[in-house]
């Protein structure tokens, strides 16, 4: 079955930085899009970056030129780097990815910025 596992999540300072990890198994990796989404409390689930089998990037206005995701198929896993970080980018964050049509995701892991 196809499972997906966060790591990464913590707690720092406004203009610090944290690196999310994503591992993947029960999916041919390589050729599945990749996402990362967060929800803050009593907001909805977000989308906030995408990275496809061709490597193509999409992020959210919001994170635009402060995140970046990769990812390296040699490992199954899909990473999320978090810098200039803000106290607005508390959430939790969730990996996902959708294989016959339906929508996967990881257990997510609490990221909180301190002002």
């Known amino acids: 079955q196809v499972q997906l596992v966060e790591s990464g999540g913590g707690l720092v300072q406004a203009g610090g930085s944290l690196r999310l990890s994503c591992a993947a198994s029960?999916?041919?990796?390589?050729?599945?899009?990749m996402a990362w989404y967060r929800q803050a409390p009593g907001e909805q689930r977000e989308v906030i970056a995408r990275?496809?089998?061709?490597?193509?990037?999409m992020y959210a206005d919001s994170v635009k030129g402060r995140f970046t995701i990769s990812r390296d198929n040699a490992k199954n896993t899909v990473f999320l780097q978090m810098n200039s970080l803000k106290p607005e980018d508390t959430a939790v964050y969730y990996c996902?990815?959708?294989?016959?049509?339906?929508?996967?995701w990881g257990q997510g892991t609490q990221v909180t910025v301190s002002s």
């Open positions: 990275i496809t089998s061709g490597y193509t990037r």
């Open positions: 996902n990815t959708r294989y016959q049509d339906t929508d996967y």
């Open positions: 029960g999916i041919i990796f390589s050729i599945k899009t």
